[in-house]
């Protein structure tokens, strides 16, 4: 059976379908004739023969016979029953095989003869009074008179219908044929009315449905004219035809896909003169450039991404370790997978900056949320479209700068969101972090989902003390240590200082920064745990050098100790460092910070008075509790003292009150410094602890223990007292603090008077 490839003409079951017997040549290579079966096939877009391949041709054809082969040039088919073509196959020789199975109407209820007939006259009589006008060709008012059917009128109007060859494959492809004969006669009347449009001196009939045709006659013509427009010339494509493309080739989900296509028709049909045009534009420009397709999961080398984090960042090795173990869960389940990471540490300790490295490693892009100081729930779901300047949220823009849909997104400070009346940002956020949730996020601004599954999320904060709960819990809490002298000073010479001559332009061999130097700024012109505050000391290094250098015409500087001091223009932070000699009533505390950690004095002192108990030094509600639990255990140890507490006041003073002090793990300094002021038992400062106490006086853990062994190292502290439950926290402390500290553990607060020697009475206390 010969199949006859057909472009924009109207394929309607039995119908006369004339056709060139030269384009039946070059179509099928070979010459017409009767009786001989065709299966005819639409094709989407017009090609030579040699060019067709099997998806330029539609899935339904049609049946149909030669009847006459005309000896002016025409051959005749008469068209039968629709067919569903399953297979097709292209030979060498260009010619085309299918196969195909009959395709059934629905079954209808039979129309009324008489209606139908005066259907086809009134269609006819239509037909008849433009013929002329139009200059349809051979149409004459005797030929049109004998067309016994709606199907036949179009397919003899077929070589001058302006419809495209999807909205003639649209009539085929109907399955009920009342339906197709609708949509036929609805056709021929829209292009009667777009002749009409050529003449507007024309009599025009003024029945309300001749308006309407009209109407969508206008319409179509102005696509069309306007997607002819667009093909001549792609350089100036309109915003309509442009956003039209882009829909299509977007890969949006349907939801997105239908609010995109409605807000496109109402863009259409308000022009670009309206006041919404803007909104609409930029909603249209925000959709289309999301990318909606999801990104292929790449197999990561471990070995590669383990020298990727290595060559960014010294240390670290937790963190290194389990974010290995993350990309070896993704490489086994190829898809996005694991806990959300959060990174908890003080400033400048790497945590944002390995956000940017972990990209690297997986071969993904990388983007950045800053969310310190959010307070309002639209800065993470995005604002309605109702409002004027509406604005996605910061999740979809990155997303949208990221340009794919699998990037690497740092939340950055997360601790630091805060709640207004305008809603609460961090419960907003509950729904982007959880894998469960994520894979339908829908943006207020975008109103439709957006799958986040495969964004990587990496959130980070400096404590955990302000980020909520239920948030807390959907993320897996990664501790960023602050870094040893060591570490600090290997991440200078590897980072830093190659950095800081990057910045200001210089050369290596031009400024030379000895390890006495380095070391020397380290320890006594920085006091953090991270290397911020070092980073901002060689860049002034280097900046000073470029002053040298030029005013100077010197070859290369090399950078003294004793340059130091005026170089950096400070003065050295001698005040980390822990005192000499002690006194009775002063105790060197630990204390963790947001920074860090930090060496924390307790001063006590004694005066006339009547029992009053003073605490000073900008405390919080928990450190008030500890004082008070101290002051209560110092009196049960010491039960000869009664009338010493009650003729005298004691003043606590914590120094440096313009910092805000909280939490539980100043109890033992406490008490410890309430002992040694009650015995008179000086304590040398070089001796730190940290612990919470109870009123039985147990020692009980506490947290940050890293950050706090860092500072006493820092400090010049020698001997250390820490709970005993917390023994096991010292495999996460460097080496080379341990080896210079001595870590004492306490059971109980009597451990540690003991060990200083300071004398107690009510040694009972003790639990057995």
Known sequence: MTVLPLYN????????????TDSYKKMTGKDPQTQERVILVAEKQKKKREELTEDDLYPIGLAGIITEVNSNGY?????????????????????????????????????NAEAERKRLDKLKQALVTYTARFQWGSLSRAYIAQLNSIPEVAAVMSPWLFNSSEDRYEILAEDSKNK??????????????MSKIGNEAATAQEEDYQKIYRESALKKQIQYMQKELDDMHPENVSDVRRFEIAIEESGMNPEAEKEARKVLNRLKQEGQNSSESGSLYDYLDFVTGLSWKKEEQKNIDLDEAQKVLDEDHSGLKKVKERI??????????????????????????????????????????YVRVALGGVRDEAEIRGHRRTYIGAMPGRIMDGINKAGV????????????????????????????????????????????????????FICTANSLDTIPGPLLNRMEVIQFQGYTPIEKKEIARDHLIPKAYEKVGIRKDQLTITDEVLETIISEYTMEGGVRGLKKRMDTLCRVAAVELQRNHKDNITVAKDQLREYLDMHPMHSNKVKKEGKSGIITGLAWTAAGGAILYIETLMTKG?????????????????????VSLVKALYPSKAELFEKNDIHI????????????????????????LVSDTPVTPQVAMTGEVSLNGSVNPIGGLPEKLMAAQRAGVQHVFIPEENMDDLRDVAQEVKDALTITP???????????????????????
């Open 9 to 20: 003409v109207i394929l309607v079951p039995e119908t006369n379908l004339y056709i060139q």
């Open 75 to 111: 051959i005749v088919i008469r068209t039968k029953k629709r067919a569903d073509i399953t297979e097709i196959t292209i030979f060498a020789d260009h010619t085309i095989a299918v196969t195909a199975n009959k395709r059934e109407d629905l079954p209808e209820d039979e129309v």
């Open 180 to 193: 197709r004969i609708d949509r036929l006669e609805k056709m021929i009347y829209e292009n009667i009315e």
């Open 324 to 365: 290995i173990q993350q990309v070896a869960v993704m490489n086994f389940k190829q898809q996005q997978s694991g806990s959300i990471l959060l990174f908890v540490g003080a400033p400048g300790t790497g945590k944002t900056s390995i956000g940017k490295s972990i990209a690297r490693a997986l071969g993904r892009k």
């Open 405 to 456: 849909s699998n990037p690497v997104m740092v939340l950055d400070e997360i601790d630091k969101l805060s709640t207004s009346y305008n809603g609460d940002p961090a419960s907003a956020l509950l729904e982007v972090l959880d894998p469960e949730q994520n894979n339908t996020f829908t943006d207020h601004y975008m109103n439709v989902p957006y799958d986040l599954s495969d964004v990587m």
């Open 610 to 630: 009547k029992g009053k108990v003073t605490v000073t030094g900008q405390l919080g509600d928990v450190m008030k509790e500890s004082t008070q639990i101290a």
């Open 653 to 676: 003073h914590f120094p440096d009150g313009s910092t805000p002090k909280d939490g539980p793990s100043a109890g033992i300094t406490l008490v410890t410094a309430l002992s040694s």
């Open 746 to 768: 306490a059971r109980e607060i009597t451990d540690v008077l003991n060990a200083l020697k300071i004398p107690v009475e009510n040694p009972q206390l003790k639990n057995e």
